[in-house]
Structure formats: structure tokens, C-alpha cells
């Protein structure tokens, strides 16, 4: 754990030799691991070019494409390398917000798409909850049960990550509820004010979350949400507790006093908030946390704020929830986020999609409905989407990339803080837990317009929270890739210090 912690907080000095290999044992992680992938990018036009631009305008005769970068050949874009319509090639650091595990067009992939054994279960998509194909419960064990949490022995399939965290928190209101009734039937009065929306068939009852959180943009998932005004504004929401989450001050190593008081600060913020809640006869049943804040700017904890929150959970008897959407597969060279912190026992559940290719959560036994149709949709997830699932885990445990990951992390790490430390009145704060790297422009203009003249100089990049950059690759980035986005990154923050 110290050493992880010294990778994050690591004094940022200029090093010689900072891009060298190091020693055979990593030798794999160092050259490009797809030998279809081309050499490095390809810039032919501006971004959007010329055909993006006029199949923008296309779309946005039928939606609204505020949103769209630019369109994309899926056909010609080969494992770290996405390639748009107007013939260019860039190196994907941002990966379809995190969602791509073992780059594109992996040949595993395609091969599973046209093994004959597998053809039904694409063309007839199954409503799992009341019809599941034959092979459904070999696919969840071996593409979910074999890489979940320890204790974690039950799993629900969803669709995407916020029905994930709106089922997750169905859940933890049944088992409360039940656990309330202390094994009194469901009354008759409870089934007609349930169907009014009335107490006590729905009653007023809270989870608490964390500002800068963002869980989801269904209207359960918004209730626990505290970032990015777009996704709430004009929307009626739950009065939901919410307290504060750590600030912490970079490097951690020299901060390690005044982090920790910030993070009993926060952790007796929930405190107050439950007890608050409790008050207005709102209980809290129970927190929802991500490992790292992503969309509210990749912001970190330490294991001690972690622990901590754990121990309140089990003090006030309420499920602690982990949202592992965007961390979980990998990225942070664990499989799950949460591992890095060294929790006493398991969340009680852990929510996941992205990189994991279908949604859905891993919960503790005493969380599973009781009833039929609680936690259920038409298709609960797509089995199809174990079926890659499985040839994602089988590859991530045969070619060991949870170990590239923190290699390639560690050293994408050292070069960030090796610019930073260049370039101190531009960037600051760089962090990072295996891949899943970021650091702070000086503002969100500045931001925006490096990540504009990177894309042009062939990388694409993500960002979050206030003027964030964030690296969310795939599994298979290698040192050779982190060369050819440094050379880039150093070049653009360059042409802002002249």
C-alpha cells in the first residue's frame, strides 16, 4: 500500500533516460502489442474533417449533436488506434469513456462473433429474467463470478452502469424494508399506497452520496449525483444527504498531515448527515462511493478515508456500495479499484459496466430480493455481452495485463510529472493509480484547447471536473504508446510557455 501511495504522490524530478524500457521482465509491456496496429498517427485533415463535419450536419437534422467529436470508422480503427472517417489515426487514450478494454477489432473479439455455438445467442436476444438461454449460468460464472469481489457471491446483469446503480440502490430499500418488517407479510395497505406512490407502500428513505460524485443519468442514479449541472438541471430529484469528499493536497507524501485531517473532516461529515437524515425521518439506508471520483475530476482518497467509511457503514448497519463502472476491469492494475484500499471485508456491492462490457452488480447475500419482477427489466444486460466478457477476462489472466497495467501506468505517471515539473504554472496535481492517470491544467479553457491541439497532433484525450485531463486506455497501452503521446504532450504545452 506505501508503495502505491509513493507511485501516486511521487516528487515529480526530472530524470535522464526517463523513456527507457527497463529490464527483460517487462520487455512485453513495451512495444506495441497488436502487430496490425500502425506505427503511430495518422493526421490527414483538421478534426472534424471534411466528411465528419457534413455527417454531423446530417445528424443533427434528426438529434441533437452537441455532443459528437467527430464520426468514426470503426472498420479501420485496430487495437490502440481510432481511426474517424476522413482517413486520420489517433492514438485513443480516452476509449470511448473508458468502456474499451482490449482495443478495437480485437481478433479474439471477432473471432466469438462468428463461432458458430454463439450465433443464437446474438441474433435472439433473450428477456434473461424470465427466458435465460441454456448456457446462461456458465457464462455468468465464468466471465463475472470468476473475477468477483471475495464475498461477493450473487450478481445481477444490467444493461448499462445507471440502471446498474438504480437497481443497486432497489436493493438496498427492499432488504432494509424487509429487514424492518422483521418477517411480518407485505400488508395489503403497503400494496395499495405503494401503487399512489403514498407511505407506507413507498416510504421516505435516502442514500447517502458525495459531492462531485456522478452515479448515472436515470432519475435514481441523478439522486446521488453532485457533477455536471447539464445532467440535473430542470429535473425533480430526491432531498438526498450528500457530504463532502477528500481534497487532497499533492504530493501526498508531504501532505500527509493535513490530508488526514481533511479526511476525518469528510468522514465525520457522513456522520452528521446521517444522523441529520435520521432527524427528518429520511433514514439514510445506505452510501454510495466511487473508488476515484471520475467524471467530478479524478479525485482521489487514501485507504485510510476508505476504511473509514466502512466502519460507519457497519456501525449504523447500512450497505456500503461501491460504484466501479468506470474503475473496475483493470485499469487501476487491480481488477476491482476498491482491492487498493485494504478493506477489512467487501463492499456489499459493487456496481460495474464500461470496461466490463455489460452492466450490473455484485451484491451480498442479504441484499437479493425475495420476490420475482423487484430487480428485473425486459432484457437485464445481454448475454452476448458475456460472451466477450469471458474472452476479455480469459486474455487479461493469460497475457497477465493487470501487471502491464501498473508497469505502463507507473511509467505514463513518471513522464506526466516529468512535464508537470517542466511546466509548473500550466499543470499541476498529476495522479494516477495504474492507468488511471490525470493532472489539472491551470484553467478549463487552457484545458480545452490542449486537448484541441493534441487531437491534431494525433492523440485523443478525455476530461473531467473543472480542468482536468484524464488517460482512460485499454488494457494493452505500452510503453511505446505513452512515448508517442508524451512527444506529443510536451510539444503542445510547449508552444503555451513561449
Same mark, same amino acid.
Given at each position: ?301 487514501? !485507504? %485510510?478515508?476508505?476504511? #473509514? +467509511?466502512? =466502519? @460507519?457503514?457497519?456501525? $449504523?448497519?447500512?450497505? *456500503? ?88 501506468? !507507473? %511509467?505514463?505517471?513518471? #513522464? +506526466?510529472? =516529468? @512535464?508537470?515539473?517542466? $511546466?509548473?504554472?500550466? *499543470? ?71
Amino acid at each position: 500500500m506505501a508503495a502505491l501511495w509513493s507511485t501516486i504522490s511521487r516528487v515529480c524530478t526530472v530524470t535522464q533516460g526517463l523513456r527507457r524500457y527497463g529490464s527483460p521482465a517487462v520487455a512485453k509491456m513495451v512495444m506495441k502489442s497488436d502487430p496490425f496496429e500502425p506505427d503511430g498517427p495518422i493526421v490527414n485533415t483538421e478534426i472534424p474533417g471534411p466528411m465528419s463535419r457534413q455527417l454531423i450536419a446530417e445528424l443533427d437534422t434528426i438529434q441533437n449533436t452537441k455532443a459528437v467529436h467527430f464520426f468514426v470508422d470503426y472498420e479501420r480503427s485496430q487495437g490502440n488506434y481510432l481511426a474517424d472517417v476522413d482517413g486520420n489515426v489517433l492514438l485513443d487514450l480516452y476509449t470511448q469513456i473508458a468502456s474499451v478494454p482490449i482495443g478495437y477489432n480485437h481478433p479474439r473479439l471477432l473471432n466469438a462473433l462468428t463461432k458458430e455455438e454463439n450465433r443464437a445467442t446474438f441474433v435472439n436476444r433473450p428477456a434473461l429474467g424470465v427466458y435465460p438461454p441454456r448456457d446462461f449460468n456458465a457464462r455468468l460464472k465464468n466471465a463475472l463470478l470468476s473475477v468477483a469481489p471475495p464475498g461477493l457471491n450473487q450478481v445481477q446483469t444490467m444493461a448499462c452502469g445507471a440502471c446498474s446503480v438504480e437497481h443497486s440502490q432497489k436493493a438496498m430499500f427492499i432488504a432494509y424494508q424487509r429487514r424492518r418488517r422483521n418477517g411480518r407479510p407485505i400488508s395489503k395497505e403497503e400494496i395499495q399506497t405503494c401503487l399512489e406512490g403514498k407511505e407506507p407502500g413507498c416510504p421516505n428513505l435516502s442514500v447517502l452520496s458525495f459531492k462531485n460524485g456522478l452515479h448515472g443519468r436515470t432519475m435514481g442514479a441523478l439522486g446521488v449525483t453532485h457533477a455536471k449541472w447539464p445532467l440535473k438541471l430542470d429535473f425533480p430529484v430526491p432531498d438526498w444527504p450528500y457530504a463532502s469528499f477528500p481534497t487532497l493536497k499533492y504530493p501526498l507524501d508531504q501532505f500527509i498531515r493535513e490530508n488526514r485531517i481533511e479526511e476525518n473532516r469528510c468522514l465525520e461529515e457522513v456522520r452528521e448527515r446521517i444522523h441529520a437524515w435520521d432527524k427528518r425521518s429520511c433514514p439514510v439506508v445506505g452510501i454510495i462511493v466511487e473508488p476515484i471520483q471520475s467524471e467530478g475530476g479524478d479525485n482521489h482518497a487514501t !485507504s %485510510y478515508f476508505f476504511q #473509514g +467509511l466502512q =466502519d @460507519i457503514a457497519k456501525e $449504523y448497519e447500512i450497505p *456500503l456500495m461501491m460504484d466501479e463502472v468506470q474503475t473496475g476491469c483493470g485499469s487501476t492494475g487491480k481488477f476491482w479499484a476498491h482491492e487498493h484500499w485494504n478493506l477489512k471485508d467487501s463492499p456489499d456491492i459493487v456496481c460495474f459496466s464500461k470496461k466490463m462490457l455489460t452492466g450490473g452488480f455484485f451484491f451480498k447475500d442479504h441484499l437479493r430480493p425475495e420476490e420475482g419482477h423487484r430487480i428485473f427489466n425486459t432484457w437485464l444486460g445481454d448475454p452476448s455481452k458475456l460472451i466477450f466478457l469471458e474472452e476479455v477476462v480469459n486474455l487479461i489472466k493469460e497475457e497477465g495485463l493487470l501487471e502491464r497495467v501498473e508497469d505502463t501506468g !507507473s %511509467y505514463l505517471l513518471s #513522464g +506526466l510529472c =516529468d @512535464i508537470q515539473e517542466k $511546466y509548473p504554472g500550466l *499543470l499541476s496535481r498529476a495522479r494516477g493509480v495504474g492507468t488511471y492517470c490525470s493532472v489539472d491544467v491551470k484553467d478549463a479553457e487552457t484545458r480545452d484547447t490542449i486537448l484541441y491541439r493534441l487531437r491534431h497532433k494525433g492523440v485523443n484525450l478525455g476530461s473531467c471536473g473543472i480542468s482536468t485531463i484524464r488517460f482512460r486506455p485499454t488494457l494493452l497501452l505500452c510503453r511505446y504508446h505513452v512515448d508517442i503521446f508524451l512527444d506529443a504532450f510536451d510539444s503542445v504545452i510547449a508552444e503555451f510557455d513561449r
